[in-house]
């Protein structure tokens, strides 16, 4: 055989190498192919195409197996058993640029699916790499590394610390500063996954200077940079009352209400989350919110959206109006409780009108005039049909029967209140009773329209236990009239009546 013709079978064999990953990758791409290959035992296949003497053919291999990995955690498995993260781990410190870009999408692929799953790509050291990438002079590596190292730290506390300690957060703080906006996003995304678990790790952030980097993003053009940068920030916020205080430093204020008119959904989302992560922690950053503009802004948005998108803000509302008097008198006055009340009655979701009676029972907890202040926008009712219902999650039930309970202790409002007496269940029927036998002794105007309503007979007809709290409301109404009129209005007064017509002899 002639030197001409080896070098014939050498080029087909090459040749063929290379259409096989090609194809594999190719088929990758498309769900319905998967099982076909899974069942062909590709795996084994591609493995020792990562070492190959030709760079194409090693980087179009781990493409492939980033791509099947990617697809399900048995796959990813697969990766893990066949002893493929040890080679690509040797080989993103050693290759160029496109195999380090294919090679942490693996890594990214197999560490997604579970704690377990990313455990096994730091157990092999690909950590100490993907950090040494995130120096790549290409920002397409650094990109590839910091989404590998953000789909490792998500999982859990152990994990992101795993991260932190090889060194990884100085450099995505580096790479939020590059001009690359789909860089900045994906650091600003790893940023956010590691600073979620504990305020240890958002105070390693914070301690690389991230806050002040993030804080000038958060006015860029692109939203899906400005979705990460309000994230990171929620997650820094949520942790401690120093941590928001570090946030609110770095003046987001009232630059983030900006954000909660923008075109993008999840922008508002987000903005109104890191409201929301702010204004839990105490009654002086609720106020701060407050005197930003921040109750009136977050309201109009929850008006102008739908569905989950609404969640963080209802909930801001709730936590702001929980701190004190004055802080749920300015949610009332910016027209929180309109926009609440159509949130319980809108929304499909059990979760969203649950979080929906929380916040409408924060408002109206605090005086009689908070309390009302809800009453009068029909919610009672709405609240109740919910307690009521079989349909309702348990969480709801158990939310709308606290928000009842908190307003009507308050409530002094009497036509909100008579309803109840005729459909609420003894549970709730006590403390519309007790109400009632709180206002009466002072207000006879209000006695006289208890008696023309309806409202005494009622009282009368409630069976309570002798001797119990119920009875004990109960006679103090029937106190507040004079006994013919009490015994009046009694079951079986008319019967009484009669056996006297009956028993009387006219003279």
């Not at 079978?9 to 259409?19: D, G, I, M, P």
């Not at 100085?170 to 790479?175: D, G, H």
């Amino acid at each position: 055989m002639s030197q001409r013709q080896v070098l014939q079978v050498f080029e087909q064999y090459q040749k063929a190498r290379t259409q096989f990953v090609q194809m594999v990758a190719e088929l990758a791409t498309r769900p319905q192919n998967i099982e076909t290959l899974q069942n062909a035992g590709v795996m084994s296949l591609l493995r020792p195409l990562l070492l190959d003497v030709v760079p194409t053919i090693q980087q179009t291999a781990a493409l492939a197996l980033g791509r099947l990995a990617n697809y399900n955690d048995d796959l990813a498995e697969a990766v893990v058993k066949g002893d493929i993260l040890p080679q690509l781990v040797y080989s993103l410190a050693e290759q160029n640029r496109f195999y380090k870009k294919a090679a942490a999408f693996v890594l990214r692929a197999v560490g997604k699916h579970s704690p377990q799953l990313a455990q096994a790509i730091v157990d092999c050291g690909a950590l100490d790499t993907l950090v040494i990438c995130l120096e790549d002079f290409d920002p397409g590596v650094k990109e590839a590394a910091a989404w590998a190292l953000g789909y490792i730290a998500r999982h859990n506390t152990e994990l992101s610390q795993a991260v932190v300690d090889a060194g990884a957060i100085p450099l995505l703080v580096l790479c939020i500063q590059e001009p690359e906006i789909a860089l900045k996003r994906i650091a600003a995304s790893a940023l956010s996954d590691i600073s979620k678990h504990s305020p240890e790790l958002a105070q390693t952030v914070v301690d690389a200077g991230a806050i002040a980097h993030l804080a000038q993003m958060i006015l860029n053009s692109d939203a899906k940079l400005k979705r990460q940068v309000l994230s990171a920030l929620s997650q820094i916020a949520k942790h401690s009352v120093d941590l928001a205080e570090m946030v609110v430093e770095a003046e987001i204020f009232p630059v983030v209400l900006t954000c909660l008119k923008d075109k993008d959904e999840y922008v508002k989302k987000n903005a109104c989350t890191l409201i929301r992560e702010i204004a839990k922690h105490t009654p002086e950053l609720s106020q701060l919110i407050v005197n930003a503009g921040g109750v009136a802004a977050v309201i109009d948005c929850i008006g102008s959206c739908k569905g989950n998108i609404r969640l963080p803000g209802i909930m801001m509302l709730g936590y702001v109006a929980a701190h004190s008097e004055n802080l749920a008198m300015a949610v009332i006055i910016s027209k929180g409780v309109p926009q609440l009340s159509i949130c319980l009655s809108e929304e499909p979701e059990d979760h969203i009108k649950a979080a929906a009676a929380w916040a409408l029972g924060q408002l109206g907890r605090h005086t009689p005039e908070h309390a009302r202040a809800v009453a009068v926008t029909n919610t009672l009712p709405v609240l109740l049909s919910l307690y009521m219902s079989p349909e309702s999650s348990e969480d709801l039930q158990l939310k709308s029967k606290k928000a009842i309970k908190n307003i009507l202790q308050k409530c002094t409002y009497l036509p909100a209140l008579e309803p109840f007496l005729y459909d609420a269940p003894p549970n709730i029927l006590k403390h519309v009773v007790g109400q009632f036998s709180k206002v009466l002794p002072h207000d006879s105007k209000a006695r006289r329209l208890f008696v023309t309503s309806g409202g005494l007979k009622k009282v009368q007809e409630i069976k309570a236990e002798p001797g119990s709290l119920l009875q004990e409301y109960i006679n103090s109404i029937n106190n507040c009239y004079p006994e013919e009129i009490v015994r009046y209005y009694s079951p079986g007064y008319s019967d009484t009546l009669l056996q006297r017509v009956d028993s009387y002899q006219p003279l």
